[in-house]
């Protein structure tokens, strides 16, 4: 494994030169210099980190066995470690008399920017690893189960039991913005829970609902809320037993979203389990083959321009056809009350008070607000 690269050697020294006045050269294991804050330098091979390597300790320089040396100014010379490993050698250049007392803050400056560094990229492939097995799972494609089961095992995750799935949707598609929340959360997750992001910038989180009640969902669901604080909507779907039954807790969770932020906009999430009805009802005018099937509730748009015959009928399913209720809560009158649901019944042909035809109102309404 190289653990140094040309951009991690120059970023050591640009952050150690901006507190030392003086040029810092940091070499590979092979002795080349790969960053340096004289820059004509890299590539170069410095025969001071050559003894270094050789000896496995630090090696002082002055300025007479500077001169017998290849590419070597006087300087301090100290090994790189990575854990018990030698990975490079980190030189800085000046008298050793002037440079010996912070010469050992420098070393330690640069294995703490290689460990962050370790410790990032191990972070990043873990997070690649989830992304990519999140995405199969979801995936419209064929589902290979024992290759992600395999892959979810490398990071210590087993697939195979309850969850629901959590699609946070941003509203803006930001560049970044789906790592910037994992980043945020990430610490928060359960170990047996998966976080990605999808093609389409949704992050997804595969939440473990083992012993999981409705309640505790609901409390992560208000703390994600809470920590994110950004312009994005959350839907979570039910939770499903089977690895292939995932995709249906997506497509929920996405229906939940779509269903219920028009439903209510100042929700803070979204189960499907409370938009169930809706979600399917939605599912299935946007699957009838005749888009000018639910035409008639058009008719209550133009005709109750003050929009009276939509408001009554959005109160009449709210207070399930309880017409004192309906009238309390619109201010009216029982006989404008009926006036208004004849008057709908004249123009769309579908009377509210008849249960079937109210569901065909109803579903026409989704369609119209959602769709």
């Known amino acids: 494994m190289h653990f140094l690269t040309y951009d991690l050697a120059q970023e050591i020294v640009e952050r150690t030169m901006k507190i030392l006045k003086t040029n810092i050269n940091v070499m ?16 170069q091979l410095h025969d001071g980190a050559l003894l270094v390597l050789k000896n496995g300790e630090s090696i002082e320089i002055d300025q007479s066995k500077a001169t017998e040396m ?3 100014k006087p300087g301090i010379n100290m090994p790189i470690r990575f854990g018990n490993q030698i990975v490079g050698v980190i030189g800085i250049t000046g008298e050793p008399e002037k440079i010996r007392n912070y010469a050992q803050l420098v070393k330690m400056a640069a294995e703490l920017v290689l460990e962050q560094s ?22 419209e494609e064929g589902l290979n189960e024992a290759w992600i089961i395999e892959r979810a095992g490398f990071l210590g995750i087993d697939l195979e039991q309850p969850r629901s799935v959590i699609v946070i949707k941003p509203l803006d598609r930001l560049e970044n913005y789906g790592q910037k929340i ?33 309640r505790e969902l609901s409390q992560f669901l208000k703390w994600l809320q809470k920590v994110l604080d950004g312009d994005l909507l959350i839907g979570a779907g039910r939770p499903v037993d089977r690895i292939k039954e995932l995709k249906t807790s997506f497509d929920q969770a996405k229906r939940a979203i779509l269903v219920g932020s028009k439903l209510q906009p100042d929700a803070s999430f979204y189960h499907y389990e ?16 005749d888009k000018h099937t639910y035409s008639f509730y058009e008719k209550l748009l133009d005709k ?26 619109l201010f009216i009158h029982r006989n404008t009350l009926r006036y208004r649901l004849e008057k709908i019944t004249e123009l769309t042909k579908k009377d509210p008070r008849n249960i079937r035809d109210l569901m065909e109102l109803y579903t026409a309404k989704l369609f119209h607000d959602i769709c």
């Open 182 to 214: 994992i980043r945020s959360i990430q610490y928060e997750l359960d170990k047996t829970d998966l976080i990605g992001v999808t093609l389409t910038n949704e992050i997804i989180i595969l939440k473990a609902s083992t012993e999981k009640t409705k």
């Open 70 to 72: 290849k590419a070597t």
């Open 118 to 139: 370790f410790l990032l990229e191990r972070f990043q492939w873990k997070q690649r690893m989830q992304s990519e097995i999140v995405n199969q799972l979801v995936s």
């Open 304 to 329: 109750g321009k003050k929009g009276d015959l939509v408001q009554t009928l959005e109160v009449y399913i709210r207070e399930n056809g309880e017409l004192n209720k309906i009238a309390e809560s």
């Open 274 to 289: 409370d938009y169930r009805l809706e979600a399917m009802l939605v599912k299935m005018a946007l699957d009838e083959q």
């Open 28 to 43: 590979n294991d092979k002795g080349i210099i790969l960053g340096s804050g004289e820059r004509e330098r890299i590539n």
